[in-house]
């Protein structure tokens, strides 16, 4: 086993053993994936300050998010088709953020179900819903989910209709893969992924299949999840989901300081500044670029997060220091699971953790909460240079 060091270390581990469609799935971006690249070329352009001889001795990262106690603000972000990049990979995700002490947040389209993650898990954890147009499978799930003790909901904004992933079309992406020959001969030197696979029966999305009227099968699974994402959601429709839930919820997908300011109105518990991992609209502005002027209009009336971007420690750091309450991570995490599992999932978060804690003290701060602006050196356009 190779040292591991950084998050890249993991990537290349993972890309060997994942299969290639589930691996193009976590490392790209629709169209031409310019937001992709920018999600991460944007943080190298933000510099940091270094300072001296200041007491650097009893730092600490520990903070919260939504309340939660957490050893460092960063949770792990909903991805779907978790459980392809490894078996029960929802499950182990979980356990290794839940060991770590940090949030962990389960996807609609996730492979191990709701009641399959709180089986496997003593703390409550997050989850994320899709808003679709079957409202009795709305409600259901958000019933399921009440009664794993979640302790938030999270509701992805930008998805009402899905952006153009090319990798994912042509490699024609299901779970579990069709066995073409491509796929079978690709499957064949990823042994240790298919006999991970072989001891689980989690194949395909457990919190649909079984739960949806007229699912029960890939193909018309496949067929139900390409027809009913709502392209009717607005902020009307959010209010009332954040009544029928009635708990903790979180907002994700907003990158518009008016749209912040419409979270705010609705009265959430977080927003979430992503772009979807560069996803959804390709040629939007990155996260991070995006993060001070949403800081900036809407901050302090609640919790700022930012996702979509973030690779390394430097990169939580970069993004706390411009006002994010707390950050989300999921490539990142993927990258780790794919390569060796639960270990790896824990391995990312040690990584990042070692990374933000030893760059917080370089810059001469011991406390996570004292980070600011005077942290960072900016561009000077950095922040105007697409206004």
Same mark, same amino acid.
């Given at each position: ?44 352009? @933000? &510099?940091? +300050? ?8 009893? /730092?600490? %990262?520990?903070?919260?998010? $939504? !309340? ?120 064949? @030197? &990823?042994? +240790? ?8 029966? /989690?194949? %395909?999305?457990?919190?649909? $299949? !079984? ?177």
């Amino acid at each position: 086993m190779p040292v591991i060091t950084t998050i890249d270390d993991l990537k290349k581990i993972h890309r060997r053993r994942a299969p290639k469609m589930f691996f193009d799935y976590c490392e790209s971006g629709s169209w031409t994936e310019q937001t992709f690249r920018d999600n991460t070329t944007d943080f190298a352009e @933000i &510099r940091l +300050r270094q300072r001296v001889a200041v007491d650097m001795s009893n /730092r600490t %990262t520990r903070s919260t998010m $939504a !309340g939660q106690d957490v050893a460092m603000p960063v949770a792990l972000a909903p991805v779907g088709f978790t459980g392809m990049q490894c078996a029960d990979g929802e499950i182990k995700a979980a356990r290794a953020a839940e060991k770590f002490g940090v949030p962990y947040t389960l996807s609609t389209m996730s492979i191990c179900s709701i009641e399959d993650v709180r089986e496997h898990t003593k703390e409550p954890f997050w989850f994320q819903l899709y808003v679709i147009k079957d409202e009795e499978f709305v409600d259901n799930i958000i019933a399921r989910a009440k009664n794993a003790g979640v302790s938030a909901l999270v509701i992805t904004l930008d998805l009402q209709v899905l952006g153009q992933r090319h990798k994912d079309i042509k490699n024609q992406l299901t779970a579990p893969p069709r066995m073409t020959p491509r796929v079978i001969a690709d499957l064949a @030197i &990823r042994w +240790r992924w298919g006999l991970g696979m072989l001891g689980t029966r /989690r194949h %395909t999305f457990r919190n649909i $299949a !079984g739960h949806a009227k007229g699912v029960s099968d890939l193909r018309s699974l496949s067929s139900w999840t390409a027809e009913q994402f709502e392209p009717k959601l607005d902020w009307s429709m959010i209010a009332k989901l954040k009544e029928k839930w009635g708990g903790k919820v979180i907002l994700k997908g907003v990158l518009d300081a008016e749209d912040a300011r419409k979270a705010v109105e609705i009265g959430c518990d977080a927003i979430v500044v992503s772009n979807h991992g560069g996803r959804q609209l390709d040629g939007a502005l990155s996260s991070i670029r995006i993060l001070p002027s949403i800081v900036d209009a809407v901050g302090g009336q609640t919790e700022i997060w930012l996702d979509s971007g973030i690779r390394t420690g430097q990169d939580v750091l970069k993004a706390l220091a411009l006002g994010a309450h707390g950050t989300m991570i999921g490539r990142a995490y993927i990258y780790g699971l794919g390569a060796m599992g639960e270990a790896g999932v824990t391995k990312s978060l040690e990584v990042i953790h070692k990374e933000l804690d030893t760059t917080m003290a370089l810059c001469g701060e011991r406390d996570i909460h004292n980070l600011s602006r005077d942290n960072l050196l900016l561009p000077q356009d950095f922040t105007t240079r697409w206004s």
